[in-house]
Each structure stands twice: as C-alpha cells, then as structure tokens.
C-alpha cells in the first residue's frame, strides 16, 4: 500500500438496485465492489474534470479576447439605454383613492 493513507468514504446507495448491480458486475469482473467502484468513478470524475476544464479554458479565451478601449463607448451606450428606456420594475406607484381594502374586518375590530 505504500505510505499513502487510504481515504475512506461511505457510499449510501438511494436505489437499491445499484447496488445490486454493483456487486454482480464486480463478481464477473472477479474484484471487490469497492474497487469497481472506484475505478468507475475515476473515469466518470476525469471525463467531467475534461469538460470542466475545457469550459473553463472557453471562458478564460473570451476574457482574453476582450479588449476594454475597443468596447467602452459601446458598452456606455448600452448601460445608458439600459438605464433610459424600458418600464422600471422597482418604480413606485400610486394607489387608488378610496381607502383600503379590510376583506377580513380588521379594522372594524380595532375601531371601537
């Protein structure tokens, strides 16, 4: 083993059958359930840690690409119109005259 500790991890099956299937596969393939088990998750982790690092790099070519001096007036003008045009979704209001609506009496209750 090596002076590399064994990192343990306890592995709570949601569905029954997968755990069923992990022990058959394991059989066949004459090795321990834990070690399938890893080996499948090492292959599944570095085929997601690709996409995550091929994500990654797109995103770090866009930042790359972008140039602030050939867009700042462009970008200002779009903040502006942004700004400028459009119905404001926090702009306040007013409400109709003719008191407030007590559907539940409240204000009878405290009236007295």
């Not at 003008?77 to 559907?103: C, H, I, N, T, V």
């Amino acid at each position: 083993m090596g002076d590399t500790p064994i990192t343990k991890f306890t592995l709570r099956f949601r569905n029954p059958r997968n755990h069923e299937l992990l022990g058959f596969v394991a059989d066949r393939f004459g090795v321990t359930k834990n070690q399938l088990a890893e080996e499948m998750l090492e292959r599944e982790l570095s085929a997601a840690a690709l996409l995550l690092e091929r994500d990654l790099a797109g995103t770090l070519d866009l930042l790359r690409s972008y140039r602030r001096d050939e867009r700042i007036d462009a970008d200002i003008q779009a903040f502006a119109e942004g700004e400028a045009y459009g119905e404001d979704p926090l702009k306040s209001r007013m409400l109709e005259q003719g008191g407030p609506r007590d559907s539940l009496g409240v204000l009878d209750a405290f009236s007295s």
